[in-house]
């Protein structure tokens, strides 16, 4: 066997085998269980705590780059404040498209259920620029920063901006987060004010929120698909509707449940291509050593 | 005085916060709500100017016809008409602009994340190597993490992986993050101090025309 072939397989077959590995769970799914983990029954338990007299903030600081990881995340987060009956602040601070995801989220999610009323349940209050002078002015204030909300509507009549003047009436920050705007979330408005901030993040940011977490400065914190896939878990184990519907399979089909499926697969691919590169390696190494002991 | 009246406001708006957070006082407190108010226009103001940066960079390759200057076409119809839809309709709910967002912007972005798995695949076959303790070291933390990300890891370990991949994010990780987060915080504070005092002046450019 030549190491050294091996160690330069054209690269064509490595995603061949990438692109296969995704294919296969996206065609048949394979359903691998998912067991939650403490930062993120943190959040869920202390939005079961809420109800119709709390009000949220919900940030979608994130772009359509990282649409596939946060949206199942969103919409498990937004369901389950709906179930509760707990006002939802929709906002965005990201400038490459947050309030479109926003939009695209919150629209959807609100329409499965009944009796909830814009402007009296939840607001979608828009994008506004300058994240952490914007998350200052709303411990004045979150009505004189926002306004009117995404439609340019005056938000001075809604029902739900009453019970939510400022930080004071927030009960929890959720901030779905790339980039830093999070961070900002967790080292201002926990920091300087105390609300207690919860961010769900890709995977691949989910280190440095750690070191946040471990001090107690977040709540929670729900890092990447798996972070979603163990919220749904939750939602659906408590929740009957929650579990009839992700049993739809258009619903099933974008949950962060489904997605695991994908990630576990090219994981082990991945996982597979490393050990597999070192065994070469290191048969490479004495291949070349016994050439020249010959 | 090209350069003393902005050193000065510079001292003045970057001084401002700190006095207003160290001194309860309310009319220090008003003045300095009114310099958060003032920040958020400010920072809107950074929009416009990268827009014009975006033309002005991709009309430039046009006209000298630099390696891919078709993309500059591309880029710059697409500047065009969604702010055309934008400006017309608003970026709010207008059918338009959202539905040219979820159907154009939001898979072609996601295309092109969705590209890594590929990169990462590849590279990871070809550049991560034991070739030394510390190596070694981060190789296994790696696939440790990994499989601690997914079911799989579980399923073969009888559930000791996650706690362990849990472990090294919440204690090696979060204090290596922790060193990285005070590091940049003292690294942003002499910063700012050198432009508060006007030390560091790079900001107002070569003071060529």
Redesign the interface.
Same mark, same amino acid.
């Given at each position: 066997m030549n190491a050294k072939k091996l160690?330069n #397989?054209d690269?064509r077959v490595?995603?061949l085998? +990438?692109?296969i590995g995704?294919l296969i769970p996206i065609i048949r799914p394979i359903g691998? @269980?998912? #067991?939650p983990?403490e930062p993120v029954w943190k959040l869920f338990n202390k939005i079961e705590e809420l109800g119709p007299d709390d009000a949220v903030i919900i940030s979608f600081d994130y772009?359509? /780059? /990282?649409? @596939?990881e946060l949206n199942p995340m969103a919409q498990a987060i937004l369901r389950h404040c709906f179930a509760r009956r707990v006002k939802v602040l929709v906002m965005a601070l990201f @400038?490459l498209?947050g #309030?479109?995801m926003a939009? $695209?989220q919150l $629209?959807g999610i609100a329409d499965e259920f009944e009796g909830l009323e814009y402007g009296v349940d939840y607001v979608n209050l828009?994008?506004?620029?300058?994240a952490q002078?914007?998350m &200052?002015?709303m411990d *004045?204030s979150i009505q004189?920063?926002f306004p009117t909300d +995404?439609?340019?509507d005056p938000v001075d009549d809604m029902p739900v901006m009453t019970g939510a003047r400022n930080y004071d009436d927030i009960s929890v920050v959720i901030s779905l987060a790339t980039g830093i705007i999070g961070e900002y979330w967790v080292n201002l408005v926990n920091a300087q004010f105390g609300v207690p901030v919860a961010v769900g993040c890709t995977?691949v940011s989910?280190? &440095?929120y750690?070191?946040y977490?471990?001090?107690g400065q977040m709540m929670s914190m729900l890092g990447?698909l798996?972070g979603g896939s163990e919220y749904e878990k939750l939602l659906v184990d408590k929740y009957d509707f929650a579990r009839e519907l992700y049993e739809e399979p258009d619903v099933k089909a974008r949950s962060a449940m489904a997605g695991?499926d994908v990630?576990?697969i +090219?994981?082990? !691919? *991945? !996982?597979f291509?490393?050990?597999?590169?070192?065994a070469m390696?290191f048969l490479m190494k004495k291949q070349e050593k016994e050439e020249k002991e010959r | 005085m090209r350069r003393t009246i902005p050193l000065a406001l510079t001292f003045i708006v970057g001084l401002y916060p700190i006095l207003a957070f160290f001194v309860p006082d309310v009319r220090i407190a008003h003045a300095n709500d009114w310099l958060d108010e003032a920040l958020v226009i400010v920072a809107a103001f950074a929009l416009p100017l990268g827009t014009v940066n975006v033309i002005m960079t991709n009309t430039s390759k046009l006209k000298k016809k630099a390696r891919g200057w078709q993309y500059s076409i591309v880029l710059l119809a697409g500047l065009a008409i969604m702010a055309i839809y934008g400006l017309i309709g608003g970026t709010g709910v207008d059918p338009k602009f959202q539905w040219m967002f979820v159907n154009m912007v939001s898979p072609l972005q996601s295309t092109m994340f969705a590209l890594l798995s590929f990169y990462v695949a590849s590279a990871a076959y070809r550049a991560f190597r034991a070739r030394n303790v510390e190596a070694t070291i981060l190789l296994i933390a790696a696939i440790i993490v990994m499989m601690g990300r997914i079911p799989f890891g579980d399923m073969i370990t009888g559930g000791r992986m996650t706690p362990l991949s849990e472990w090294i994010m919440s204690i090696p990780n979060a204090a290596a993050q922790r060193g990285i987060i005070i590091g940049a915080a003292l690294g942003a504070a002499s910063m700012s101090i050198r432009i508060i005092l006007g030390i560091e002046t790079t900001y107002l450019g070569s003071g060529k025309d």
């Open positions: 160690l #397989v690269r490595i995603y085998l +990438v692109a995704a691998l @269980p998912t #067991v983990t772009g359509p /780059s /990282s649409e @596939p @400038p498209g #309030v479109n939009i $695209d $629209d828009g994008y506004k620029d300058g002078a914007a &200052k002015r *004045i004189a920063l +995404v439609n340019g995977a989910a280190p &440095k750690y070191a977490l471990r001090a990447g798996k695991m990630q576990s +090219v994981h082990m !691919i *991945i !996982i291509f490393i050990i597999f590169g070192n390696y | -």
